[in-house]
């Protein structure tokens, strides 16, 4: 939550979410208009918008669980590159989505379990932790992958029933493979974790305050541990979709700065599940506009285009994080007495 104003003296507060939400009914606003117009480069858009949106929702989910137990883990990027090509691997060697889409999580969960034995047993700085991993998976990844290799197929759509047929709302929401699906559930699911449960309180008192969570009885260490696997599990998720659902290949370097753009969605959601999965919209409709954009052969140069996402970034960040709290005990080792 954040501070909002006074108004006869009580603090009235804003909800993690508004900023988002604020910019999710003008997109809406202007889907809808657009859709009356043109429908099908709408739904195209609209559709674009939430596969460029699933790995970054993925990705903040990731920071989130961490952040919110006081780990800074800025090698999301990392963790979803290698499990990207973990997936991809299982795919090619195994045939089976499913066996694929296990691995890539699994390879998150064990990145997030390196990234906490380095922050919470030896206690080394977090952000040179997090760089450990990207580089780790760009050299991994740059190593043993051979141009060539064939999968066996990516995930196609489920259609969900009668809510695919809804007109603009179906095709976008209700017709989609199930990584996205899962994406949603998860979103949901955190929100209610955090601010809903015994859970959600003890990680949130051992990101702002470790030492009164500890004197309450809460073990800080197995929270952080547990939260920086779950959060690394899910960063596996968002690499496992770039492989399985979204181009069904692997490419070097092929996370392109997602897991560095999802740090900015959780900021910009405030480490709040729901306004990041707003904020992880809004970074998705300024890629699928870039390739709208491109599509209809608008005059600008290209390189314009492209640096759209990440101006786009920029802004965000800038904007935003002077008004928006971490954890208070993000990024500090706990001594236990």
């Not at 949901?188 to 309450?216: C, M, N, Q």
């Not at 480490?271 to 005059?299: C, D, H, R, V």
């Amino acid at each position: 939550m954040t501070v909002g104003v006074m108004n006869n003296g009580k603090i009235r507060r804003r909800p993690a979410w508004a900023s988002p939400l604020i910019f999710g009914v003008i997109v809406i606003a202007v889907a809808v208009f657009s859709f009356m117009k043109n429908p099908s480069v709408t739904e195209a858009v609209m559709s674009a918008m939430i596969r460029f949106a699933v790995p970054l929702m993925l990705g903040a989910l990731c920071g989130i669980y961490c952040e919110r137990a006081g780990i800074v883990n800025i090698g999301i990027e990392g963790q979803m590159l290698l499990s990207a090509f973990t997936a991809y691997m299982t795919n090619v060697w195994t045939g089976n989505l499913i066996l694929a889409l296990l691995a890539g999580a699994l390879t998150g969960a064990l990145l997030g379990y390196f990234l906490a034995v380095i922050s919470i047993k030896l206690k080394l700085n977090q952000i040179i932790g997090g760089t450990v991993i990207n580089i780790l998976a760009i050299g991994i990844t740059g190593f043993f992958y051979q141009v060539g290799m064939t999968t066996k197929g990516k995930f196609g759509p489920i259609r969900l029933g009668p809510l695919a047929k809804i007109p603009l709302v179906g095709p976008v929401l209700f017709n989609n493979p199930p990584i996205t699906y899962i994406a949603f559930l998860m979103v949901i699911i955190s929100h209610i974790i955090f601010f809903h449960t015994r859970w959600g309180l003890r990680t949130r008192a051992v990101g702002e305050h470790p030492r009164a969570a500890d004197t309450l009885g809460i073990d800080v260490f197995k929270t952080r541990y547990l939260n920086t696997i779950i959060g690394g599990a899910l960063a596996g998720l968002a690499g496992a979709f770039l492989t399985l659902e979204g181009v069904g290949t692997f490419e070097r370097n092929m996370t392109n700065g997602r897991g560095f753009i999802a740090l900015a969605v959780m900021i910009f959601g405030k480490w709040n599940p729901i306004g990041s999965a707003l904020a992880a919209l809004l970074f998705g409709l300024a890629n699928a506009l870039q390739t709208q954009l491109q599509f209809m052969g608008i005059n600008i140069p290209h390189q314009f285009i492209g640096m759209i996402p990440y101006a786009l970034t920029i802004v965000v960040v800038s904007g935003f994080i002077g008004r928006s709290r971490p954890p208070a005990a993000e990024g500090t080792p706990y001594e236990k007495e």
